[in-house]
């Protein structure tokens, strides 16, 4: 898929990332640095965990950009400046808003406290919590899916062989997009420029959802009642992971009581994200890369259903959102289309004089 990327757009000079400007010394050096940020990488996995907030993702990226930088501290500074900053500041500004958008629009609209922890009784949050589950219920003839498929397929403290798929497609999320975004700017330039656009912009849109709609997800739901008398939903990758021993890295924007936000729900940005790619890419990409992302967009929303982080409502507005986004791009920011070559046979010659 990466080669495929790297073709779907020729580059101008001006439009070339350092990657692609890097001398052979640096070229050298470039391949020792990846690799030792692999095996960096590769051994804080197996002993921290998979990282998951903000500074860890962002150290690491950072990290990752000054050895596709061959080292080179002036050339990294000046990428991450021109190219990385603007995202880094809308994804923590996502971070800090999203944690206080729940009271925002909770005392906009005048919405109930709701139970918020299992962990604690006094937690709680201001959210809408009926409509999400009267929609689902409205898609599926009286049933909320979140509710059958637990009901059906989930067992407090077994881990089952789908439940330990769901946790690697559940947590791809706080990797892939980001990942993508570095293999874009080595590769792609141009295109890189366009997926940053698209990515910063619906983040945006469902930060400015949250305060709108804080919305109860179906583990808070069922904390609730929502679902009727002893109805309780699991938190299903949260489970696994105790089962089988895997951990996740935190930071203090996520552990802090300040900044985090129970009911940032509606639309989900965990599905949006892999149909934001679909959408994205699809043009750009041949048939196999087309099954994956449409395979892991589908995966990944059924992986939320079933793990009790959101409805189906959730996650069909969340692709609603993600097409909107890149279709309203394409028509503002249309694709460079590149300069067709001359063709000896049909270029008049010139004149003599």
Same mark, same amino acid.
């Given at each position: ?190 295109? &890189?420029?366009?997926? +940053?656009?698209?990515?910063?912009? @619906?983040? !945006? $849109?469902?930060?400015?959802?949250? *305060?709108?709609? /804080? ?97 189906? &409502?959730?996650?069909? +507005?969340?692709?609603?959102?993600? @097409?909107? !986004? $890149?279709?309203?791009?394409?028509? *503002?920011?249309? /694709? ?18």
């Amino acid at each position: 898929m990466t080669a495929e990327l790297e073709e779907a757009l020729p580059l101008a000079p001006s439009e070339t990332s350092p990657w692609r400007m890097a001398g052979l010394q640096a070229r050298q050096r470039r391949r020792r640095l990846l690799l030792g940020v692999v095996v960096l990488f590769t051994l804080f996995l197996a002993v921290f965990g998979v990282p998951t907030g903000r500074e860890w993702l962002t150290s690491w990226m950072l990290v990752t950009l000054f050895a596709a930088c061959g080292g080179d501290f002036s050339v990294w500074r000046r990428a991450v400046v021109r190219d990385w900053l603007p995202l880094l500041g809308v994804l923590f500004a996502y971070d800090l808003l999203r944690g206080i958008a729940n009271e925002m629009g909770g005392s906009l609209f005048g919405l109930a406290q709701l139970a918020s922890n299992p962990n604690n009784a006094v937690s709680s949050a201001r959210a809408h919590l009926t409509e999400p589950i009267e929609a689902d219920k409205a898609l599926f003839g009286g049933q909320v899916p979140t509710v059958w498929l637990q009901e059906r397929f989930y067992d407090p403290g077994v881990a089952h062989w789908y439940d330990r798929v769901a946790v690697p497609i559940y947590l791809s999320h706080f990797l892939v997009s980001l990942t993508l975004a570095i293999v874009l700017w080595c590769v792609n330039y141009p295109l &890189f420029k366009r997926y +940053l656009a698209a990515f910063v912009t @619906l983040t !945006v $849109v469902v930060l400015t959802t949250y *305060v709108l709609f /804080p919305a109860a997800p179906p583990w808070m739901a069922g904390l609730n009642n929502a679902f009727g008398p002893g109805v309780q939903i699991d938190r299903v990758i949260q489970g696994t992971l105790h089962v089988i021993g895997g951990e996740t890295v935190n930071t203090a924007v996520e552990k802090g009581a300040a900044y985090s936000n129970p009911v940032a729900a509606v639309p989900s940005l965990h599905a949006a994200i892999p149909a934001l790619l679909m959408a994205f890419f699809w043009t750009e990409v041949r048939k196999r890369g087309k099954v994956f992302l449409a395979v892991y967009t589908a995966l990944m929303g059924l992986t939320l259903v079933y793990s009790g982080e959101h409805y189906v &409502f959730d996650v069909l +507005l969340g692709w609603l959102y993600a @097409l909107i !986004v $890149v279709l309203v791009l394409r028509r *503002v920011r249309p /694709p460079v289309q590149p300069m067709p070559a001359e063709n000896p046979l049909t270029t008049p010659a010139p004149s003599s004089a």
